[in-house]
C-alpha cells in the first residue's frame, strides 16, 4: 500500500495491434509472472493499473479510433481483469506521467500542472484544481493537435525530432567537414549526442538545439494558454538530456505570454515515470476503494442473513 515494488517482469509484444485475443494473453502472462516473481497469487490482488498508448475514459475504455489503433492499444483490457480483481484501472500512458510526477515527482505539491511525456511521441496529462482531466471520451491532451501548431508542426517527441533533423542534416551533406559525427552511420545519430555537443558548445548541434527549444516554447505557450498551470513537467527517458532546452524555453516564455508563465521542469522519474504512475494509481484505487468493497461485503452478509431468515 506504499508503493513498493516487489519484482519487475518485462516482455515485449509480439501481436499485431488487430490481434486482441493474442494481446490479452500476452499482456495476463505478463501480469502471472510478475505475480509469481513477488510471490503473490491472484487472489491477493486488490487493485490493478495498467497504462496504455491510446485515449482512456473514466471508465477505462478506450473510445473508437478512425485506424483502430486506441483499440488496438486496449482490447478491453478493464473486462480482462474484472473477473479475478476487484478494482481495475486502466489509464493514458501520459495521463499515468501525470500521476507519477504529482505524486512522486517534479510536481508533487502543485495541484495545476500539465505533464509532457516527450518519449518517440508526445504524450500529455494535465491535472487542474487537483483533478486528472479526461474530457468526454478520454482524450483530453491527445497531443495530435500538436501537429496544427505553427512551429511544431508534429506530435513527434523532442528526442526523436533532433534525431530526425540530424540525420536530414546528414542526408542532405550539412554536416560540416571534419566534424565528430560527420561519418557516423545516420541510424546511429541520436539526439543524446547531438544534445551533449550543443552543451559543450558545438555549433551545429547548437543549431538543432535551438530548433527544439523552439518546439518546446511553443508548446509551452499552447498548455499555458489552455490550461493556465503553475508548472509543466518534461517527462521520459528523453527529459535528463534537455537541461538547457529547458532553460532557454524558461527564459523566452514569459514574454510571449500575457499572464503568469508556468515554469518548465525536467523530471527526475526517467523512463519509468509511467510505471510509476500505474503503482501510484493502482494504490490510490486500492485506498479509496477497499472501505467500499468492505461495506458491500458486509451489506452482502447482512442480505443473506436476511433471506436465510425470511426463507425459515
Known sequence: MRGAQLARVAA?????????????????????????????????????????????????DSPPHRTGFWEGMNPGLRELFAPWVPL?????????????????????????????LAGERFGMGAVIGGHLLRGAHGAAGEAIALRWVAGVDSDRGLGSLVAEWARADAMADRIPPGHPLART????????????????????????????????????????????????????????????????????????????????????????????GAVMAAVEAARRGALRLALDAGRNRLSGVASFAGGA
Not at 40 to 60: K, M, N, Q, T, Y
Not at 216 to 245: C, E, F
Open 185 to 276: 552511420p545516420h541510424q546511429e545519430l541520436v539526439a543524446s549526442t547531438i544534445l551533449s555537443l550543443a552543451d559543450a558548445g558545438d555549433p551545429w548541434a547548437q543549431t538543432l538545439a535551438n530548433r527544439a527549444v523552439l518546439v518546446l516554447t511553443r508548446i509551452g505557450l499552447v498548455l499555458a494558454s489552455m490550461y493556465d498551470p503553475n508548472r509543466i513537467v518534461v517527462s521520459g527517458a528523453a527529459a535528463a538530456g534537455l537541461g538547457r532546452i529547458i532553460d532557454e524555453a524558461n527564459r523566452v516564455l514569459p514574454d510571449e505570454l500575457h499572464g503568469p508563465a508556468p515554469r518548465i521542469v525536467a523530471s527526475q522519474l526517467g523512463s519509468d515515470v509511467v510505471v510509476t
Open 12 to 60: 515485449e509484444a509480439r501481436s499485431g495491434r488487430d490481434d486482441s485475443d493474442q494481446r490479452r494473453r500476452e499482456i495476463t502472462q505478463v501480469v502471472d509472472d510478475a505475480l509469481a516473481a513477488a510471490g503473490v497469487e491472484r487472489a491477493d490482488v486488490l487493485a490493478v493499473c495498467v497504462g496504455v498508448p491510446a485515449a482512456v475514459d473514466a471508465s477505462g
Open 88 to 116: 481495475v484501472r486502466v489509464e493514458n500512458d501520459g495521463s499515468l506521467a501525470a500521476v507519477a510526477e504529482g505524486a512522486v515527482g517534479a510536481a508533487a505539491g502543485s495541484r495545476d500542472f500539465v505533464t509532457l
